[in-house]
């Protein structure tokens, strides 16, 4: 099984309202989140066997001698329906057969972390300090830490084992944030960490705290879990909101100028290495120094809501119904695709093109629709086609109906890449 399961019964079921759905069962496969997917996928396939109850009670009449066209033809529409339905729930049934032990060894494993982690816990002493506690933690997972652990490891870094954590911590933020520029923050932080040179993507580690001068604003900022290693994730300390991915080369490039720094418990060692570096200063050129990097670092570093401002993941949702229900877009998966990959990593470029490609695709299609309507329309009004004012009304109902549909996707469409757009233009502005 993979993912091409998942795209199979997304053809089958387009134009159906949980062929979005289908879509999001595969993003969570993807991103090994099993049991989610299935709970999807079974939710799809009630509500689909439910909706065609009615379809599937309705027979065929054999019985009768001759029929006329009209009968033919809804006899054949209706066979239709009962062979798509056929193949829908056999597809359905199929990746479920499937999917099911994938989803149940995926919980036994996690059952089987949280029993060790149990164990672990019980077999250690009782109200150690916190200091000795986090020695411990970091010497006995050998794994990549979660955002969980890696907050909680921050706000360790952020206190001392000797102190109350939440007043300690407090009482640093409140001081680093009337600091009245990143110098005094610098002499600051200087008392409570070595602040260390970053020199190359193995000093950037997550669960790692760092201290960022983005010219015009500064950050304490935890280092997130990534999938890409060319992109560096960043969260605040602070307020604990998301902060916008850096590519690797503009962070290091940042910390080449000493306006990124890492900040490392003070130990014997990193004391000592604190005094041959004073207050204010990294291992790397002096903090004063001035770079003409301030306003890559102060554009890179925008919060996610500001992101959120211009365009958010709900448009693309919102497009991708909007251009389902037209029935003319072949590639919705695709625009599921980009909200989950290049716009949640902020591949704004890699976006914008896959998007405007889709965008391009539809566009052709609706030009192909609106010429086959002329068309019909032109043959009407001269005679070749003939229709009853009933059926000529139903279908000009049905022609306003779906024009409302398109105009829906193209103002969609227009949201979505005007978004991109912006936000390109603002990370080219900052490069």
């Known amino acids: 099984m993979d993912e091409q399961d998942f795209s199979d019964l997304y053809a089958l079921m387009r134009g159906n309202a949980d062929a979005i759905t289908v879509m999001d069962a595969k993003g969570l496969y993807a991103h090994q989140e099993y049991e989610e997917a299935l709970r999807k996928l079974q939710a799809v396939k009630q509500r689909y066997e439910a909706g065609k109850l009615r379809v599937m009670r309705m027979k065929i009449d054999d019985t009768a001698s001759k029929k006329s066209k009209e009968e033919e033809a809804k006899d054949r529409r209706l066979q239709k329906r009962q062979q798509r339905y056929h193949?829908?729930?056999?597809?359905?049934?199929?990746?479920?057969?499937?999917?099911?032990?994938?989803?149940?060894?995926?919980?036994?494993?996690?059952?089987?972390?949280?029993?060790a982690e149990t164990e672990a816990e019980a077999r250690q002493p009782a109200e150690p300090k916190v200091a000795?506690?986090?020695?411990?933690?970091?010497?006995?997972?050998?794994?990549?830490?979660?955002?969980?652990?890696?907050?909680?490891q921050a706000s360790d870094e952020l206190t001392h084992a000797d102190d109350d954590p939440v007043a300690s911590r407090n009482h640093l933020f409140d001081a680093f944030?009337?600091?009245?520029?990143?110098?005094?923050?610098?002499?600051?932080?200087?008392?409570?960490?070595?602040?260390?040179?970053?020199?190359?993507?193995?000093?950037?580690?997550?669960?790692?705290?760092?201290?960022?001068?983005?010219?015009?604003?500064?950050?304490?900022?935890?280092?997130?879990?990534?999938?890409n290693p060319q992109r560096v994730r960043l969260k605040s300390a602070i307020t604990g909101d998301r902060l916008r991915t850096i590519d690797l080369p503009t962070y290091l490039k940042l910390a080449k100028h000493d306006k990124a720094v890492r900040l490392d418990s003070l130990t014997s060692e990193a004391?000592?290495?604190?005094?041959?570096?004073?207050?204010?200063?990294?291992?790397?050129?002096d903090a004063s120094e001035p770079s003409h990097d301030d306003a890559v670092a102060a554009s890179s570093l925008q919060e996610s809501a500001e992101v959120s401002k211009i365009l958010d993941k709900g448009a693309f949702s919102q497009l991708a119904d909007a251009a389902n229900r037209t029935g003319l877009c072949a590639q919705v998966d695709l625009i599921t695709h980009v909200r989950d990959r290049e716009f949640r990593m902020g591949n704004f470029q890699d976006a914008l093109q896959t998007m405007e490609a889709v965008h391009a695709k539809f566009t052709a299609?609706?030009?192909?629709?609106?010429?086959?309507?002329?068309?019909?329309?032109?043959?009407?009004?001269?005679?070749?086609?003939?229709?009853?004012?009933?059926?000529?009304?139903?279908?000009?109902?049905?022609?306003?109906?779906?024009?409302?549909?398109?105009?829906?996707?193209q103002n969609r469409f227009s949201r979505v890449l005007d978004g991109l757009r912006v936000l390109l233009r603002r990370e080219v502005a900052s490069e």
């Not at 193949?87 to 029993?115: H, N, S, T």
């Not at 000795?132 to 909680?152: G, H, L, M, N």
Request: charged share 35%.
């Open 87 to 115: 193949e829908v729930m056999q597809k359905l049934d199929e990746i479920l057969e499937a999917l099911g032990p994938i989803a149940e060894r995926a919980a036994a494993r996690k059952r089987r972390e949280a029993e």
């Open 132 to 152: 000795d506690q986090k020695d411990a933690d970091q010497a006995d997972v050998d794994r990549i830490p979660s955002e969980e652990t890696i907050d909680v």
């Open 365 to 409: 299609a609706v030009t192909s629709y609106q010429a086959k309507l002329r068309q019909e329309e032109a043959a009407i009004q001269s005679g070749k086609l003939k229709m009853s004012p009933k059926d000529l009304q139903a279908k000009r109902m049905r022609d306003t109906a779906q024009g409302q549909l398109i105009q829906r996707a």
């Open 177 to 227: 944030a009337n600091c009245k520029n990143a110098a005094e923050q610098r002499s600051l932080l200087a008392e409570h960490f070595v602040l260390s040179a970053i020199r190359s993507q193995e000093d950037i580690r997550p669960g790692d705290l760092h201290f960022i001068d983005g010219g015009t604003q500064t950050y304490l900022a935890t280092i997130r879990n990534s999938d």
């Open 271 to 285: 004391s000592e290495a604190s005094k041959r570096f004073p207050a204010g200063q990294s291992k790397g050129r």
